[in-house]
């Protein structure tokens, strides 16, 4: 698997969507090696918060999503785009958790999703490690929306509420 974005190597090399340290879904490539023993370590490590972060270990950057109890990570070859992992880990977030309720993926044992999820991964790995630059317009316009949506909410209800105070 070749053609990612330095043109001779893989930009997303691993990706795990777990609870905590149990993986429930991973995704590999040729590239990945030891990736699932050193992500047990990041995994490990990682604050109970919701939140994003980025970890330089080796040879590699850990990009991670932390939402609901979940943790979302990939291991990238450092030339790949922060922007583009991370456009990548929202995507992944939002198709698992439109699949599963919280309840299933908190019930759910190790890599019991893999099978269902796995091919997921697979194909959104190759699609962003060789289209990271189309990935990350649609990220921006997908920000775009949601921030002209959240104005749009602001100003109704900032309309409503002059109304009621005219009344």
């Not at 900032?158 to 105070?165: C, G, I």
Request: hydrophobic share 40%.
């Amino acid at each position: 698997m070749s053609g990612g974005p330095s043109g001779n190597a893989v930009g997303i090399e691993y990706v795990v969507v777990s609870r905590g340290t149990c993986v429930l879904a991973e995704g590999v490539t040729s590239a990945s090696g030891n990736a699932n023993i050193v992500t047990l370590q990041v995994l490990s490590q990682l604050p109970g918060d919701d939140a994003r972060s980025s970890y330089a270990q080796e040879r590699h950057i850990f990009h991670i999503l932390q939402a609901d109890g979940l943790v979302f990570l990939c291991m990238v070859n450092p030339k790949m785009n922060r922007d583009s992992c991370f456009a990548f880990l929202t995507e992944i977030k939002d198709r698992f958790t439109q699949r599963w309720t919280r309840e299933q993926h908190q019930n759910a044992l190790a890599y019991t999703l893999n099978s269902q999820f796995g091919p997921v991964l697979q194909e959104r790995m190759v699609y962003y490690s060789n289209h990271a630059e189309k990935a990350d317009k649609v990220a921006q316009v997908k920000r775009d929306m949601d921030s002209v949506k959240s104005m749009y909410v602001f100003i109704t209800y900032s309309f409503s509420f002059r109304l009621e105070l005219l009344s």
